[in-house]
């Protein structure tokens, strides 16, 4: 019965995002629905993958809103986007009711958002339609251990504040996974790394830790 609930689950399944601040190629990534952890070395787009749940869901990310902030700007090798596009679906582990969120922006300044076909030119009618769909409470966290020195404790207490919600933290620094102690460790550990042709790439590392 147990399990079964949890099959039933809505929760962020994936995203796709492409061409928001330093993603200049479309990047894939899954979620597990309860912890994921998102590491990485500096400036290569952790902070950015949250920025871009927010400003999908709330048309902001705690920055400038504008094209010339939000959309890649290119660099010595890579041309401008001309749009910023981020989609989310979310679903249930059995894949039963998925629904596609989409946010896009494009340089000349129009705004769309879409719920699976219906397209929204403005915020306010996307976010009123959006709430009808009372999505589960999503803890997205960033800069987690940025300056904590007992990290492993720290983590601990962060797994018990989380308990059953879907979560995504950005991780700063090395975490010793043999020292934590508590058995609900991350389902999906998520790593940003540059690829060896310069392509921003995200890849789920490890499925299954620390049984």
């Known amino acids: ?113 879409q719920i699976d076909t219906k397209q929204y030119d403005s915020f306010e009618s996307f976010k009123s339609h959006l709430q009808e769909f009372k999505f589960p409470e999503l803890c997205l966290i960033k800069d987690f251990n940025k300056s904590n020195r007992n990290v492993s404790n720290h983590f601990e207490g962060l797994l018990k504040q989380v308990d059953e919600k879907q979560c995504i933290v950005e991780i700063c620094k090395e975490i010793n996974w043999h020292k934590i102690s508590n058995k609900k460790i991350p389902n999906c550990l998520i790593g940003i790394y540059p690829s060896e042709n310069d392509v921003i790439k995200v890849i789920a590392l490890i499925d299954r830790m620390g049984d």
């Open 1 to 113: 019965m147990e399990e079964t609930m949890k099959m039933n689950k809505i929760f962020l399944k994936y995203m796709d995002i492409e061409g928001y601040k330093n993603f200049y190629n479309r990047v894939h990534v899954d979620f597990s629905p309860h912890l994921n952890i998102v590491a990485g070395p500096p400036k290569f787009g952790k902070s950015n993958l949250l920025n871009a749940i927010n400003w999908t869901l709330l048309d902001t990310d705690g920055t400038d809103n504008t094209p010339e902030t939000i959309i890649f700007h290119g660099n010595k090798t890579r041309k401008p986007y001309d749009f910023a596009e981020v989609t989310l679906c979310y679903g249930k582990e059995n894949n039963e009711g998925s629904i596609i969120i989409k946010h896009r922006l494009k340089r000349s300044g129009n705004n769309f958002w």
